[in-house]
């Protein structure tokens, strides 16, 4: 109560004061000119000087554009801000703050000259805005602009502590250089706080302008290195700020900050606890991986003691999502002495790559593009993992067969090494481990084989972001099942599971047409490969048009009949002509002929086949055509619908997909009418309550997207059938009544 009271009083005496002076000698307060230069000039030639000032800056940055119709309008021209509220007062403080340090980049310029003597003269910002100018400002404190500010700066009694010794520069009309501001920053923290927050707030206003980033990583690094000795509590206080500048997401700014960070790692061995944050925070968002990453490894280059055994998970795991970052850490190797970072790497990756799958495919890149003189360390710790996870029964992993892909020697070596030592536990069970992982080096598999382009192993490269990796991969994929590379055993089951995710997933025109072209039926189980070639169709992940012919040639070339239910399902949606279904239906019947299932002696794929349909005509007469030979089939077997050809028609009916259910009722229509012309009046009947159920639920659903329409089905239905169906349904109804 009593400091907030002095601080009016002080305020008072001050205003009052400078009032006093300037009626005593007619004199204003000035950035542009001297005092009694100012008092000669009105407010609206301010006001104008101000105007003009901004203009320029608007064709500087649109930014600030808004402050035309706020600090710069008429509407405020002649506010007195001493007879505003509080709250009034409150938002033109942060109006004032926003345009300050939306100012500072420009501010040695002379259109900020003009602005900034607006608001010096309506808003008195060198009295009541005090410490918003300095911290914008700040940077500047070196030049003559920033003396001609601190001169007309009026400080409150509560920031003399922080700011007193500026006064003494203002009396001395002397420049504040560096030595000075440092030596203040040494005695009291609080200003290094104070210039630390402003850089900060410019940035989080947008605000990336070079001499901004120097500044602070100039003015930290100084700080750190002239602390005679940095304590817990200077740790602290230093930390927080470094963090801070590593969440920026300026490349500018965040390399200020690693700057700052190494000045700190080369003073201070940090706890275990501050140095996964520090470097966690380093890896989290970096703007240049390798700026990122020459930063680690200078900071673990000075902090090998922090970690007792390895690094931490969570840091490794950020690591990881970096997909550049192995090339990157393997070119630094080759110009640089980066041993303290890359073998704790390493040595941790191998630990984790066991049992955690994200980190087993770090290392997996890394082993790919690492030097050859870092394998025998990773070497020495696969084995030793390797072996410590079979004495505990737990499975090897994929990342031991890609190091010995790529270092066979040096894992012969290791394992020699580990063969002679005295300090692996049970020997027995020991050697017979060695004696395993001997063995699995000998063979060459499709799933850890490097692609020399991608200088990755195939699994990494085919399920890579980047869709011209997965294109090579892909490439070599095929290169294997065909047997031109004849260095590598095709595992099956790697192979099946790498072309099911690419055809489940991929959104790339290419990829998906190079997997197409394999002879998927013999490389996949059946009951995978349907669905995952149906969902190249339906999920409209890339254009079917170019595709749809290998696809459907890819569901008929599955010689297993058991699985003609699920084949023939897959196929049904598209045995009609249908706007944006055409060439999935061409397809269709291009290939049904050679088929498996097209062979057979019976059956309605099989009378499709034979039927000698014309795929040439006009949608409704070719649908009418396939209708037919399919109604024929279905009224034949009416009696069987649990059967494995016609069952596939009953379950249409209900189906999700519009188009399937539409296809099973112009085909039930054609029934229909065939067992009503044979006057099978009870079956007649039945088809017509199953097919008009699902017609009319057709009918009415509000569906304008849909790729088929009522049209359809009315144009694909003889007029004949028709009549046939409302008779049956019409018998239906009655038979209901009369119940």
């Not at 980066?338 to 799958?357: C, D, G, Q, W």
């Not at 020997?427 to 020399?452: C, D, F, T």
């Amino acid at each position: 109560m009593a400091s907030s009271l002095a601080s009016q009083l002080y305020k008072m005496r001050t205003l009052d004061r400078a009032m006093g002076n300037e009626r005593t000698h007619n004199v204003k307060a000035s950035f542009l000119f001297d005092g009694r230069q100012a008092a000669d000039l009105d407010t609206q030639t301010i006001f104008d000087i101000g105007r003009d000032g901004l203009y320029e800056l608007r064709q500087i940055n649109q930014r600030f554009d808004v402050y035309a119709e706020t600090l710069f309008s008429e509407s405020i021209k002649d506010m007195d801000r001493v007879l505003q509220t509080k709250e009034e007062n409150a938002k033109l403080d942060e109006s004032i703050r926003s345009f300050l340090f939306q100012l500072a980049p420009h501010f040695l310029t002379k259109p900020a000259g003009k602005t900034i003597e607006w608001l010096v003269r309506r808003f008195r910002i060198h009295e009541f805005n005090a410490r918003d100018v300095l911290a914008a400002i700040m940077p500047y404190h070196e030049t003559k602009a920033f003396l001609t500010m601190l001169t007309i700066i009026t400080f409150e009694t509560a920031d003399m502590d922080l700011f007193g010794f500026l006064v003494a520069q203002r009396k001395s009309r002397r420049l504040l250089d560096r030595q000075t501001l440092m030596a203040q920053c040494l005695r009291d923290r609080s200003l290094m706080a104070f210039v630390c927050q402003a850089v900060f707030r410019a940035c989080r206003q947008g605000l990336d302008y070079p001499g901004l980033h120097s500044f602070y990583a100039m003015v930290m690094s100084q700080y750190i290195g002239q602390l005679s000795t940095i304590d817990n509590s200077a740790i602290q206080f230093i930390v927080p700020f470094v963090l801070d500048g590593l969440k920026l997401s300026s490349k500018d700014a965040q390399a200020a900050a690693y700057m700052v960070l190494g000045s700190l790692a080369t003073r201070v061995t940090l706890t275990e606890e501050a140095l996964d944050k520090v470097l966690c925070a380093v890896a989290q968002r970096p703007a240049d991986v390798r700026t990122m990453a020459m930063c680690l490894v200078q900071v673990l280059q000075t902090q090998a003691d922090a970690f007792n055994s390895r690094l931490p998970v969570r840091f490794l795991g950020i690591l990881a999502s970096h997909s550049k970052l192995p090339r990157i850490l393997c070119q630094l190797a080759e110009s640089f002495n980066v041993e303290m970072f890359m073998r704790p790497l390493l040595s941790s990756l191998a630990h984790y790559a066991f049992t955690n799958a994200e980190l087993s495919q770090f290392l997996a890149a890394l082993v790919a593009v690492l030097p050859v003189s870092y394998a025998p360390t990773l070497c020495e710790r696969i084995v030793a993992e390797y072996v410590a996870h079979g004495l505990e029964n737990k499975g090897p992993a994929e990342i031991v067969d890609i190091v010995q892909l790529c270092y066979g020697q040096q894992m012969e070596d290791a394992i020699g090494v580990a063969a002679g030592s005295s300090e692996m536990g049970d020997r027995e069970a020991v050697h017979k481990l060695l004696y395993e992982l001997k063995a699995r080096g000998s063979g060459n598999k499709s799933g850890v084989v490097l692609i020399k382009e991608t200088a990755t192993t195939l699994y990494l490269s085919i399920n890579h972001a980047d869709a011209g990796i997965r294109l090579v991969a892909a490439k070599a994929l095929k290169a294997i099942v065909t047997g031109e590379r004849a260095d590598v055993e095709l595992v099956r089951e790697e192979t099946s599971s790498l072309i099911v995710d690419r055809l489940a997933q991929d959104d790339s025109e290419s990829v998906l047409e190079v997997i197409l072209s394999l002879p998927l039926a013999t490389l996949v189980n059946a009951q995978e490969l349907v669905p995952a070639l149906v969902s190249v169709i339906k999920d409209e992940r890339v254009p079917i048009g170019k595709l749809c012919s290998k696809v459907v040639r890819n569901l008929l070339a599955i010689d297993d009949l058991q699985m003609y239910g699920q084949v023939a399902s897959a196929l049904f949606p598209y045995l009609l002509k249908c706007s944006g279904t055409e060439a999935v239906t061409k397809a269709v019947y291009k290939h049904l002929p050679s088929s498996a299932f097209g062979k057979q002696k019976s059956g309605w794929l099989a009378s499709l086949a034979s039927a000698g349909l014309d795929n040439g005509l006009a949608a409704g007469k070719f649908n009418k055509s396939v209708a037919r030979v399919l109604a024929t089939e279905l009224a034949a077997k009416w009696d069987s619908l649990a059967d494995a050809q016609t069952g596939v028609w009953a379950a249409q009916l209900d189906s999700s997909n519009r188009l399937a259910r539409i296809t099973a009722i112009v085909v039930g229509a054609h029934a229909e009418a065939l067992l009503a012309k044979a006057k099978d009046v009870s079956r007649s009947v039945a088809a017509a309550s199953l097919v008009v159920g699902s017609a009319l639920s057709v009918l009415l659903e509000a569906d304008s997207g849909a790729v088929v329409s009522e049209d359809v089905l009315l144009a694909s239905v003889d007029g004949s059938a028709w009549t046939s169906l409302l008779a049956s349904l019409a018998g239906v109804q009655r038979d209901a009544l009369t119940k």
